[in-house]
């Protein structure tokens, strides 16, 4: 009875094998049913990571006449030391080889014993067998080998150092991944330094970060964020992923311009290790940041804080003509302020490896700051041939909080790369901010006539909440199923009130059409779908399909008036499309379709008038605009060189532009020159980019990125619109990295703006000083061009310290100058801030690669362990 039911139950196994596996010859298959996991640990228990796992079969080789082994299964260690493989042969002896770097390889002899029988029957004709039986014979084709102990190999350990670096340039089907880790000129600088050297980038004298000539949307790890990029120290930032066409994966309300994802560096390794860095600047600023991270087993801790000092100076000058109601006015500025700031950032993370398949990770996000912005304007105006002399000096005060708290969750089925994440993320804070503008009203020998004193107090919130799913599922052909949710609620609101102080008087009175208060409520509700795959040896593809609908709400405090808005579902489709030419040569495609919705602030129609200089006024008639993108790449890859050309054309309806128009203020009566914002009645956005990166030398590191475009927005639904022509231009980016003897390294980069259209969105808000509001449809900035230098001395045992002195804009070039032109003004504005920056910075490594420091010893705590040495 016990060989008859051994014989059915294999027999039975043996024709589901023959199902799944078929042979070739009609050879009766392997039964692939063998299950073994287990945990790799050094003579000290610790876990060992990164691993290589390998299951051999011994095999016959028919040439040969002799027997040899073959590789079965393989895979890598995780963190924790954890190995689990399945789908191995049960029919014959198998060997498990495990090798990794500073450990004796072992071999470990693997078999699987046949089920013992005892109690089993045999089921009847026709009827599968018992569940229970089932039960049994996979328990016995399934081995937990434990703890399998690895031997150190001291010699190894002596005689070998590995190091290795990342390609500065990675591909994917949907982004363009730069690595940054190694950019010695961003040393102590924030975020905006490291995106002037980005390839593909354009930054300009404000910080504001332009992708093909138009504004992206800001990540932090895959994730939006209220942060901006002068709050985010360059040291934490690992990568850069340059998303130019979002998949349906991503958000579809945005900027037209794509993503940025900044990636924070993570610690990899067990033990604990950490930075400092500090530095100075030629102006008085300075920066300090540290960070320390810990891994254990389960446990990954990391803590990153910084704190900066900054001093900027920023020099200028306007002149603006206008003829009103056909008086001639001409308007003359020389402009010089100064800016003294503090900033601080801090980010505590933790991470808890639960099981070998399910992760949790918590982490919070604390900063603040206060800038304080002072601004000497000399005006000249002249209004009908009579001039007029005036001194306006301002001097601001201006706080914010962020604040910020992640949640995470992350299961790994038992199929590689199955995976269920679930994402919880809040970013706020609260700002508040005081100003003083007093207005001296001088004759032609600077005696004070009178003044004018307008005092503005404001303070704010905002709240930014994301609750994301995501599951992918693999599918053949290296394909993968992906589908999530996501709910995303934004809520802001601003206190602006306003006093002024007439000449000749000494009462403040309260301006309250110029006092802008209001609160505003935003939500975003999305789902999709996404599918990718390979179609034979023919092409690889992503497709998806993103359906949103959003709604928002807001009122204006001051007068109760209620604005709201509910936008219908839309869908937007994606597709990425690749084809690999030969092993060295690749080709994409993909057209996404993206939305853009007017924000609260664009839409309230109140005459912002708390800057008589800059007045500015919503327009409740705004609508969403609607962008088509397409992109063609190709790339090419040789040796240590990349190339990458791409071809991109982008098409927007009802393009939110900021406009300046004649209008009667409400506040004066009079006739004046407003900004608003309008819908244009439609962009155009194309051009070919070239990318090239090479390590031309094993000293010399070079890339290289020129992109040539033509943008246009056409305001022909805008009655006397004047709207700037349509413009051909360049733009260009060098990088050099010399890695010369006695670990001396100089990086020298340049980049190139040539006479190009304004771009369609920049920031607003909480800017520096003399950020006045352009129009984007009427105007141009002229070219410009800057060159950086730095150099970097590495010291010490193991090079864990380093110098690096940079400085920028070295030949003090990149003054930005503005020219607009309207219905009955022209006007042309430039600035230039911290020209010829000198920046000195020292850094510091420090770490010990061995949890035993943190173990209990000698009846101390585990924490007296971590003294740092």
């Not at 003359?332 to 505590?348: A, C, Y």
């Not at 956005?685 to 020129?706: A, L, R």
């Amino acid at each position: 009875m016990k060989k008859l039911v051994t014989l059915i139950v294999l027999s039975f196994w043996a024709l589901v094998g023959y199902a799944q596996f078929p042979s070739a010859g009609g050879k009766m298959p392997n039964m692939n049913l063998g299950h073994i996991f287990g945990k790799l640990i050094d003579s000290e228990g610790k876990p060992v990571e990164f691993a290589t796992v390998v299951v051999m079969k011994s095999s016959l080789d028919s040439v040969t006449k002799q027997t040899k082994d073959i590789m079965v299964k393989a895979q890598t260690t995780g963190a924790n030391g954890e190995f689990d493989i399945k789908d191995l042969p049960v029919m014959g002896p198998l060997k498990l080889k495990v090798s990794s770097v500073g450990f004796k390889d072992l071999n470990v002899p693997i078999s699987f014993a046949p089920p013992k029988m005892e109690g089993m029957t045999a089921p009847k004709p026709g009827q599968m067998p018992d569940p229970a039986m089932m039960a049994k014979i996979m328990a016995a084709f399934e081995k937990d080998l434990g703890n399998v102990k690895v031997e150190n190999d001291s010699k190894v350990l002596d005689a070998v150092t590995v190091t290795a670096t990342k390609a500065l340039l990675e591909m994917d089907i949907d982004k363009k991944t730069f690595n940054v880790e190694k950019n010695i000129v961003t040393a102590g600088g924030t975020a905006i330094d490291v995106m002037r050297n980005i390839p593909t980038l354009q930054v300009d004298i404000d910080g504001n970060v332009k992708l093909r000539n138009a504004a992206p949307t800001l990540f932090i790890d895959g994730r939006p964020t209220t942060l901006s990029l002068d709050q985010i120290p360059a040291d934490v930032i690992e990568k850069v992923e340059v998303i130019t066409n979002p998949s349906a994966k991503y958000d579809a309300s945005g900027s037209m311009a794509g993503i940025l994802n900044i990636v924070l560096k993570k610690n990899k390794q067990s033990g604990y290790n950490g930075m400092v860095n500090a530095g100075v600047d030629r102006l008085g600023g300075s920066n300090f940041m540290g960070n320390f991270n810990l891994r254990q087993n389960k446990f990954n801790l990391s803590l990153m804080a910084m704190n900066m000092r900054m001093r900027n100076n920023t020099e200028g000058n306007s002149e603006r003509s206008s003829d009103i109601v056909g008086i001639s006015t001409t308007t003359n500025q020389d402009i010089e302020s100064k800016t003294k700031g503090m900033m601080s950032f801090s980010r505590l993370a933790f991470d808890y490896y639960a099981t070998k398949k399910t992760s949790f990770s918590i982490a919070g996000i604390l900063g603040g700051g206060k800038f304080s912005p002072t601004e000497d304007i000399l005006i000249t105006n002249t209004v009908g041939g009579v001039s007029s002399l005036s001194n306006r000096i301002s001097e601001n005060e201006r706080q914010f909080k962020p604040k910020g708290l992640q949640l995470g969750f992350k299961h790994d089925f038992d199929k590689a790369g199955e995976e269920l994440t679930m994402d919880f993320n809040f970013f706020g804070g609260t700002n508040s901010g005081n100003a003083i503008y007093n207005t001296n009203y001088l004759t032609e020998n600077n005696q004070i006539t009178g003044t004018q004193i307008q005092k503005n107090i404001s303070n704010g919130s905002n709240q930014f909440i994301t609750f994301q799913t995501d599951y992918v599922k693999p599918l053949k052909n290296n394909g993968s199923f992906e589908t999530g949710v996501r709910a995303q609620i934004n809520s802001l609101s601003n206190i602006n009130d306003n006093t002024l102080k007439p000449v000749g008087s000494d009462i403040y009175n309260n301006v309250t059409s110029a006092s802008t208060n209001y609160e505003s409520k935003n939500s975003v509700y999305a789902a999709y779908i996404s599918v990718s795959g390979k179609v034979g040896s023919l092409f690889s593809y992503k497709t998806g399909l993103r359906a949103e609908s959003s709604a928002y709400d807001g009122k204006l405090l001051n007068t109760g008036d209620k604005f709201s808005n509910s936008y219908p579902l839309s869908l937007f489709p994606s597709i990425f499309l690749s084809k690999d030419l030969t092993k060295t040569d690749q080709l994409q495609l993909s057209v996404t379709r993206r939305v853009n919705r007017p924000n609260f602030f664009q839409i309230i129609p109140f005459v912002d008038y708390s800057d008589s200089l800059n007045i500015t006024r919503g327009n409740a008639d705004l609508v969403p605009e609607f962008t088509t993108s397409g992109e063609i790449s190709y790339s090419k890859s040789k040796g240590t060189a990349t190339f990458l050309t791409s071809v991109y054309y982008k098409h927007t309806n009802n393009l939110i532009t900021r406009y300046l128009n004649q209008e009667t203020n409400p506040i004066t009566g009079k006739i004046d020159l407003i900004n608003t914002y309008i819908n244009a009645n439609s962009s155009d956005n194309y051009g070919v980019e070239f990318t090239y990166t090479n390590k031309i030398m094993k000293w010399w590191d070079f890339t290289s990125n020129v992109n040539f475009y033509n943008s246009r927005i056409n305001t022909e639904n805008i009655v006397n619109s004047n709207a700037q022509d349509a413009l051909w231009t360049a733009f260009g980016k060098i990088n050099n990295s010399f890695n010369l003897k006695n670990k001396w390294v100089i990086q020298l980069s340049g980049d190139y703006q040539g006479k190009t259209n304004m771009p369609v969105s920049q920031a607003q808000g909480f800017g520096p000083p003399m950020s006045q509001a352009q129009s984007s449809s009427q105007g141009y900035i002229k070219p410009f061009y800057g060159v950086d230098l730095a150099i970097k001395k590495s010291f010490l045992k193991n090079d864990v310290a380093s110098l690096t002195l940079s400085a920028n804009d070295i030949f003090g070039t990149r003054g930005n100058t503005q020219v607009s032109a309207g219905d009955g003004f022209s006007q042309s504005y430039y600035r230039l801030t911290n020209p010829q920056m000198v920046k000195l910075n020292f850094s510091f490594r420090f770490g010990q690669m061995d949890a035993n420091l943190f173990k209990k010893n000698n009846n101390s705590t585990s924490m007296e362990g971590m003294q740092m040495q």
